[in-house]
């Protein structure tokens, strides 16, 4: 297991960012302005870097690491910020992005952890 994280909050607005195919991650240091687009996750686990091909698991649902930007591991493991994107890219469209297949699909009413492995 690299990245393990609790889910402690699922902002208001989460749902309409996954119409886009989009999760915002932030910890708790995330901006008042910001946490209604967010998932809050509580502080991490560093236990390795995510690489493309790494697992990553939201809500006992698991996803395909297809990119992942030049940003992702510091500001992962500084802030828990990155985006999710559940859009299959094989290279990242922003350095803070990390790319997964297959589309989103799991349960934000009872989320849990996130685990990256």
Not at 55 to 83: C, F, Q
Not at 98 to 106: A, D, R, V
Request: aromatic residues 6%; proline residues 4%.
């Amino acid at each position: 297991m690299k990245y393990r994280v609790d889910i402690l909050e699922v902002g208001s607005n989460v749902e309409s960012m996954l119409q886009e195919g989009l999760i915002i991650l932030f910890n708790e240091s995330a901006p008042e302005d910001l946490k209604s687009f967010c998932i809050t996750t509580s502080d991490n686990e560093l236990k390795g870097e995510v690489k493309t091909g790494d697992s990553l698991t939201i809500a006992d649902y698991t996803y395909k690491v297809t990119a992942i930007g030049n940003l992702v591991n510091e500001n992962l493991y500084s802030l828990g910020h990155v985006t999710l994107c559940f859009d299959g890219a094989n290279e990242p469209q922003l350095p803070g992005h990390i790319h997964l297949t297959p589309n989103f699909q799991s349960d934000l009413t009872n989320p849990g952890k996130i685990i990256v492995k």
